[in-house]
């Protein structure tokens, strides 16, 4: 290895100077690790040398500071070249023995080059034994090498500068050569300073203006150019945001560009514009070209300008007069600017071309020296870092942003959830409560009037008797409190289909005077009972009319659910409506609706409670939970019937006076049944209740002589039902297991075929198909009895061969009714 290879000071030196050097690398490699590689030529072998002209050296490896010092033997003109052999005898350099003696000198080498350092280890690693422990250390340095901190570079240089100015040169002739090193290195510390100011910005500061600020203020200074400035493409600035104090309302006019700019053509896509961001100037009488944007077809001649600098092109313009000659768009802009040379370096972060650092000279032509060209570069770079840096952190500040964001929302929803979860328990609890209420009051009437009959009729018929008129009361409440329990238990399956969507609209045409007219005849004597007067008001059509006014009350929708819209908005009127109050049932027809309103004197609502209205299991106050029955379903139900019509209800209501509830039905599309099936109207359902209060008695004859054939695993079920038709005149046969029934049912031929659906062993649905499929009993009529009366069950019944399906509880005369309509019809 020669000194022309570690050319990065090449200088004769004393023998003291040298150790001074190789003192210094150990210090500052030292400094960065406990146990840094240092080797010096007592390392190698006795007798061995690298070369006949390298007399010493010192290198030292660390992870951040590595650097190679070699001295060759050299001498004084004249003078045969001193080494450290002489006549066997080493030279000294102690001048007390002999001043006149000459010192020691040599031909010094310095190099931080990684390359160079890894060839000089390999060339040591040649001379080595092979067991020598000293060729690990050597490999793992090989592989260690990198290029040096740029502070501890700057450091190095500053204390070089020190000894080499402290150092007198050796001769007349060398001190005008020494003087240019000494120039240079000085240059050099210049730079290091100018690099360290930078790197110190970018290491204490996420503040990209200021850094970017910083760099042109350096660069402009250390190559004493008159304007240093940073180019930003347009991407760039929508990235990295306006140069400090810039914004929209405080941007200065362009001066040297026109603020309108034509859009990029198609055949031109290499074109990427921007503006000047940041500038540096050198005297305040120089033009600022702060925010300057080029005119897109000044660069039309320019070919692939922005793909060279993306490869990292340095463009060095000595004089722009000679070297845009040829594009006078471009050399007016110049002139504008005042730029008459110009050194532009690329920034590119990331393999994206970022922007430009620009150095200008503005009054007259420049050479712009390659050690200038490299310092400038070394900016970009660093400036590079800066850019990349501060895209990660704010990129990071947006997540910290967004997370904390999400933690907050996520800390609401979590509390929301926690109070919906508290509110959920109580209304849980609440409902339970009122449950328990609904649900034991009747159960007592029945249980304990129950307990009085049977008690009097058989277990003491002697010592205690109740007249006939009180058995009769007795037998009436049982069966209101039966009535009760029922409506709880529809109520909540209703509640639950609907919210589930499985409720289907059975949609038919009807009148709504007579469904009013019902439902007011329904809930009279409840009203009577609690002293509240009854009104109806319909405003169809004049009176005296005739058939016009049953033509326009007529309305499409699902009847049973109008019916329970219409029932559940009365029974609460009557509920809340205090004795000698009244309540007004008012219907109309206005544009296509149905209009339903409900009217009473009650109690009143107060409007911040309107919002729990129609929540399920909500009452409004603590104080109607002891004074008025009810599980808060009511309304919840009816709100949900209104809008599964496409309707919506509102409610006006004034503490103390009463409130009104307005309802609007759309019409609905009346649709054939796309199975074919003859549509349901369950009007029994809704009049069950006035027919329930009427004498018990046929009303038409069930003597056929033939058979009905029961088939009811359930034993009161099934006294019950066989009770009622066998008063009725009809001859029934029971039978409890599905599978033995079948093999009967054959022999004995019965017109109807009564079936439970829920049965051991086979259940009603095999039943009737087997009836269905056998050719002795196809024709045989069947009635499907079940305690589940969701709509899908019905449907399910009639594809299974059902003729007729009726659901738990059984009413007396629905099925009397639905008896009478099988046998009767001709086979």
């Keep these: ?175 005008s050569c020494d003087l240019r090193v000494e120039a240079a290195l000085r240059q050099q510390v210049e730079q290091e300073r100018s690099l360290n100011q930078v790197t110190t910005q970018i290491r204490q500061s996420l503040d990209l203006p200021l850094i970017l600020q910083t760099a042109v203020q350096e660069a402009q200074k250390l190559l004493q150019s008159d304007r240093a400035v940073i180019y930003e493409f347009e991407g760039s600035l929508a990235a990295n945001g306006r140069p400090p104090g810039a914004t929209t309302e405080t941007l200065p006019p362009r001066p040297l560009a026109s603020s309108r700019r034509p859009p990029l053509s198609p055949s031109s896509p290499h074109l990427a514009l921007g503006c000047v961001s940041y500038e540096a100037l050198a005297t305040d009488a120089l033009p600022s070209v702060l925010h ?139 409902f339970l409560a009122a449950m328990s209420h609904e649900l034991r009051t009747p159960l007592t009437c029945v249980i304990g009037m129950a307990e009085t009959l049977l008690r009097a009729m058989v277990h003491k018929p002697d010592t205690y008797s109740l007249d006939p008129q009180k058995q009769q009361d007795y037998l009436k409440i049982i069966k209101r409190s039966g009535e009760h329990l029922l409506e709880l238990i529809n109520d909540i399956l209703d509640v639950s289909q609907v919210e589930a969507g499985k409720t289907i609209l059975n949609v038919s045409k009807f009148s709504l005077a007579q469904l009013a007219h019902q439902s007011l005849q329904m809930l009279r004597e409840k009203a009577q009972s609690n002293g509240v007067e009854f009104n109806l008001d319909l405003r169809f059509a004049p009176e005296g009319t005739g058939a016009k006014s049953f033509q326009e009350d007529l309305f499409t929708a699902d009847r049973r659910r109008v019916s329970q819209i219409l029932l559940n908005l009365l029974s609460n009127a009557i509920k809340f409506t205090p004795a000698g109050g009244r309540v007004t049932l008012r219907v109309w027809l206005e544009n296509n609706f149905a209009v339903i309103q409900v009217q009473d004197t009650g109690i009143g609502i107060p409007k911040s409670q309107y919002p729990l209205l129609f929540q399920k299991f909500q009452q409004l106050d603590g104080t109607y939970h002891r004074r008025y029955e009810g599980t808060g379903l009511g309304l919840a139900l009816t709100k949900q019937l209104v809008e599964l019509h496409g309707g919506k209800i509102d409610v006006d209501s004034t503490v103390g006076k009463g409130s009104t509830f307005t309802v609007w039905l759309p019409a609905q599309p009346l649709l054939e049944n796309s199975r074919g099936l003859k549509a349901f109207h369950p009007v029994a359902s809704a009049l069950s209740k006035v027919e329930a209060d009427r004498p018990i008695q046929v009303d038409y004859p069930l003597s056929f002589g033939g058979r009905i054939v029961l088939i009811e695993d359930h034993e009161e079920s099934a006294m019950l039902i066989c009770d009622l038709l066998t008063a009725a005149g009809c001859q029934v046969i029971w039978m409890v297991d599905g599978s033995t029934a079948i093999k009967q049912i054959e022999l004995l031929q019965p017109l109807l075929v009564i079936t439970d659906i829920q049965l051991p062993g086979i259940d009603g649905f095999e039943i009737m198909q087997f009836l269905r499929q056998h050719p002795a009993t196809q024709n045989t009529k069947i009635l499907a009895l079940t305690a589940r009366a969701l709509p899908e069950d019905k449907q399910r019944c009639l594809e299974a061969g059902a003729n007729d399906y009726l659901a738990k509880p059984i009413q007396p005369y629905q099925l009397l009714d639905k008896v009478a309509a099988l046998v009767s019809v001709e086979e």
């Excluded at 070369?51 to 500071?65: D, K, L, M, P, T």
């Excluded at 001498?75 to 052999?85: F, V, Y």
């Excluded at 350092?117 to 690990?136: H, M, Y």
């Excluded at 570079?153 to 050796?170: C, D, G, M, Y």
Aim: net charge negative; aromatic share 6%; with cysteine.
């Design 1 to 175: 290895m020669s000194i022309d290879q570690t050319s990065r000071l090449c200088r004769i030196l004393p023998a003291p100077v040298f150790d001074q050097l190789g003192s210094l690398l150990r210090q500052i490699a030292e400094g960065t690790e406990a146990n840094p590689l240092v080797l010096a030529e007592t390392a190698l072998p006795v007798g061995k040398r690298l070369n006949n002209q390298i007399e010493r050296f010192v290198a030292v490896v660390s992870s951040q500071f590595s650097g190679l010092l070699v001295a060759e033997a050299a001498a004084l003109d004249g003078e045969s070249p001193l080494s450290s052999h002489q006549g066997n005898k080493t030279l000294s350099t102690d001048r007390s023995a002999d001043p006149s003696a000459q010192p020691v000198l040599y031909q010094v080498g310095l190099s931080f080059s990684p390359a160079a350092i890894a060839v000089f280890l390999n060339q040591i690693s040649q001379l080595l034994p092979t067991d020598s422990p000293l060729l690990l250390s050597l490999r793992q340095a090989s592989q260690q090498l990198q290029p040096n901190h740029a502070a501890l570079q700057s450091e190095f240089t500053l204390r070089l500068v020190e000894i080499l100015t402290a150092t007198p040169p050796l001769r007349a002739t060398d001190a």
């Design 292 to 430: 300057l944007a080029e005119e897109a077809y000044c660069f039309s001649e320019v070919t692939d300008y922005r793909i060279k600098y993306h490869k990292g092109f340095i463009l060095a313009v000595n004089d722009t007069e000679t070297a845009y000659s040829h594009s006078s768009c471009l050399l007016k802009l110049l002139r504008q600017a005042k730029v008459r040379a110009k050194l532009v370096v690329p920034i590119v972060v990331r393999e994206e071309l970022w922007g430009l650092l620009v150095a200008h000279q503005c009054t007259e032509p420049r050479h712009w020296e390659d050690h200038e060209k490299v310092f400038l570069q070394r900016i970009a770079e660093h400036l590079a870092i800066a850019i990349y840096q501060a895209r990660l952190y704010s990129q990071l500040q947006q997540q910290k942003q967004m997370l904390e964001q999400r933690v907050v929302e996520r800390t609401q929803e979590l509390g929301d959830a926690l109070v919906a979860a508290q509110a959920a328990s109580r209304a849980k609890t609440e």
